[in-house]
């Protein structure tokens, strides 16, 4: 045991307090003002932080102890969901509608705690830590992808990123970590099927849009299985499916929409052009036409198969081994994708299924709740990386960037 646990455990109640009072305080995805301002406000009282805001509701804080020395990033996500909470708590969230119902007040907190035990051992370590409070996790184009826009990755040179998730699926205390590929790309399809309509005793003469897009559905799930590597997972579900008015008319259009989760960016191209074609083929083969649109989502979150390593060594110093799983592969995705693709990555997978039964109920559900005890583990865990990960950087010879063919 580690006596960075027990250092910050000194910070528990304030912990709770900063975790308690964003999670009163939900905002949606790019309307994080409040708690933008509760940050910054929180953080200010460390004068050698330098703040500063970024896709207009996020925040970065740097802090500094050497100029020449090595950089690494932390990020929190700040959003929450449209969900409505039911919880008799004392710190249910007072914005109607909406909740942290993912977690993200527990990432806030953690890295507030990153943060604060950091600062107090600033004489310990070399280099440069940015900390990212990330707006609008939860809603495309994702807050990721425009902080990178904005060149929050290059102006300071980072080396390595970490963020961790609150995870009821593991219990409190321990953590998951996964190599390599970690959490699906996500790609939303639309497809409208277009035909003449008209009496549904001729069917003959006027093609049918939904038989068509009955039989289409049917057919694409031949995709999945025979046109995909067996070896990478693929989802394709269709999860809407709109036509006609009454029983005896054969409506002119059907429109049909779904999901498409991949675990590499190839297969996730080639698919995605494969599927355009089998629509409008089928469609034409029965003389239909079929409009195919795709709106991209995240890509493939891919744990730095490095980094991952010595993140496992180090979290194993911390808290045990016997306390770090290999999870499963994640079929939801998250935008922490984007930065991965830029510079080595650790997602980790952070336990919080306490005694409470509300503590076991999945993220995104309006019941759902977490152990505090996890922002104690979380917080000691950030600090930990972050004091390790510049240690090892501090040596001129080391780096986390690997040849091509080690990395994924
Ligand atoms: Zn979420
Ligand atoms: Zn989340």
Not at 214 to 226: C, K, P
């Amino acid at each position: 045991m580690s006596n960075l646990l027990e250092e910050a455990r000194r910070y528990f109640p304030q912990l709770i307090a900063w975790r308690r009072h964003l999670h009163q305080y939900p905002e949606p995805s790019f309307e994080e003002r409040a708690t933008q301002a509760f940050l910054f406000s929180t953080l200010s009282s460390l004068p050698e932080l330098r703040l500063k805001t970024a896709a207009q509701t996020g925040l970065i804080a740097d802090l500094i102890t050497n100029p020449k020395g090595p950089w690494i990033a932390l990020r929190a996500d700040m959003d929450a969901l449209p969900i409505e909470e039911k919880s008799q708590h004392s710190y249910r969230s007072q914005n109607p509608g909406y909740m942290h119902a993912c977690g993200h007040d527990a990432h806030m907190a953690i890295l507030l705690g990153a943060i604060h035990l950091l600062w107090e051992q600033r004489t310990h370590w070399q280099g440069g830590i940015r900390f990212i409070f990330q707006p609008g996790e939860e809603k495309a184009p994702g807050g990721a992808s425009l902080l990178i826009q904005e060149g929050i990755l290059e102006e300071v040179p980072i080396q390595a990123i970490w963020a961790l998730h609150v995870t009821p699926q593991l219990p409190v205390g321990t953590i998951g970590l996964r190599a390599g590929p970690f959490m699906a790309a996500s790609d939303e399809i639309y497809i409208k099927l277009t035909g003449k309509g008209g009496h549904a005793a001729y069917p003959h003469l006027v093609g049918d849009p939904i038989a068509v897009g009955a039989y289409l559905i049917t057919e694409l799930q031949m995709v999945v299985s025979r046109a995909t590597d067996p070896r990478s997972p693929t989802v394709l579900t269709f999860g809407c499916f709109h036509a006609g008015t009454a029983p005896n008319i054969i409506p002119t259009h059907a429109d049909i929409a779904g999901t498409l989760r991949t675990f590499d960016e190839e297969s996730r191209q080639y698919l995605k052009r494969l599927i355009h074609t089998v629509a409008c083929h089928t469609a034409a083969n029965w003389g239909l036409t079929a409009e195919v649109k795709w709106f991209s989502g995240y890509p493939v979150l891919i744990n730095d198969r490095f980094l991952t390593t010595l993140t496992h060594q180090w979290a194993s110093a911390l808290i045990g081994s016997e306390k770090i799983q290999e999870v499963p592969l994640w079929l939801s995705s998250e935008d922490f994708a984007f930065y991965s693709q830029k510079v080595p990555a650790c997602f980790i997978r952070l336990g919080t299924a306490g005694d409470s039964p509300q503590t076991h109920f999945p993220v995104h559900t309006p019941e759902f709740d977490i152990s505090e005890e996890a922002l104690v583990i979380g917080t000691a865990l950030l600090t930990h990386l972050s004091l390790q990960a510049l240690r090892f950087l501090g040596n001129p010879r080391s780096t986390f960037e690997r040849p091509s063919s080690e990395r994924e």
